[in-house]
């Protein structure tokens, strides 16, 4: 990878920027529209957003303002829980897709498997919500269908059931935070793995732990940390509202980090994560 606008490609061949755009916590309105456009402007080219996270109307808008064609732009939201089943699924993503104002989404995901009150009924649930999935792509509607913060208990059960396997598994990982049995299944099965918290929340970015790696290459320590996504074959989604930042975070493509230096990024120890378990987490 040596630019933004380098690709992986999923198992259907669509091609992916393999470093994407967060959107989690940017409000809605100027925030959002504005992060958006900054992104895009230094050289962004995949944007990941949410229908819970309130902003997909501000993303479409940002998109439109932007000046940069429809065409080159990857764009992912993602379905609620609340909506999970076949034509709740249908209704979700027909919303979703009136408030970016596109006519094709590239990439869309189940975002939790479990939903609150129904957490029970998680297989089928999933099960119904990806036919629906299915029925979309067939149709032309997406591009690519995937899950978020499925671990190895609801994707196997998915991969049983599904016509279509996901092309993508969006999960948090960072280092420190590996999630390796997930990480394994989805290369066996040829899903691409997204990170999200790939900067673990901050903690990492404090302190001195990255410092020897911050000196030898002259980079930040979420430089550093976006480096190490890349080289591990994963798709970070860093999010940030600053322009600063969020041009800082793209200047990740002229320097490598050796093996010593994977290996102790590996095993780094007491690294904050979200604390949101999808085996508990039902929302």
Same mark, same amino acid.
């Given at each position: ?49 949410? $229908?819970?996270? !309130? ?13 940069? *064609? ?16 076949? !034509? ?34 998680? *297989? ?32 196997? @059960? ?39 918290? @790939? ?21 930040? @320590? ?42 102790? $990024? ?18």
């Amino acid at each position: 990878m040596k630019s933004l606008t380098d690709t992986y490609t999923l198992s259907n061949g669509v091609k992916i920027p393999c470093v994407g755009f967060g959107t989690w916590q940017a409000e809605n309105g100027e925030q959002a529209v504005n992060s958006v456009k900054a992104a895009l402007k230094v050289g962004y080219r995949h944007i990941d957003t949410a $229908m819970i996270y !309130e902003n997909e109307q501000s993303i479409g808008q940002a998109i439109r303002e932007s000046g940069v *064609p429809r065409g080159e732009i990857f764009v992912t939201t993602k379905l609620w829980n609340a909506d999970q089943g076949y !034509e709740t699924t249908l209704k979700a993503f027909d919303a979703s897709m009136k408030r970016l104002g596109l006519d094709v989404l590239d990439l869309y995901l189940i975002h939790w498997p479990m939903t609150k009150g129904r957490a029970d009924q998680w *297989p089928e649930l999933n099960r119904e919500t990806w036919r629906a999935m299915e029925s979309l792509y067939k149709d032309g509607r997406i591009r690519a269908i995937g899950v978020s913060n499925f671990l190895v208990k609801f994707l196997e @059960p998915l991969l049983q059931s599904a016509e279509i396997a996901p092309m993508v598994n969006q999960i948090e990982l960072h280092p420190g935070f590996l999630q390796k049995d997930t990480v394994q299944l989805c290369k066996q099965r040829g899903i691409l793995v997204e990170s999200w918290a @790939p900067l673990s929340r901050g903690k990492l970015l404090q302190g001195d732990t990255l410092s020897p790696l911050t000196q030898k290459h002259n980079k930040t @320590p979420a430089q550093i940390i976006l480096r190490w996504h890349l080289q591990h074959g994963l798709l970070p989604l860093p999010k940030s509202v600053t322009p600063s930042r969020i041009e800082q975070n793209t200047k990740i493509f002229d320097f490598e980090l050796s093996t010593d230096e994977m290996a102790f $990024m590996d095993n780094l120890k007491d690294v904050q994560w979200s604390n949101l378990d999808p085996l508990t987490a039902a929302f």
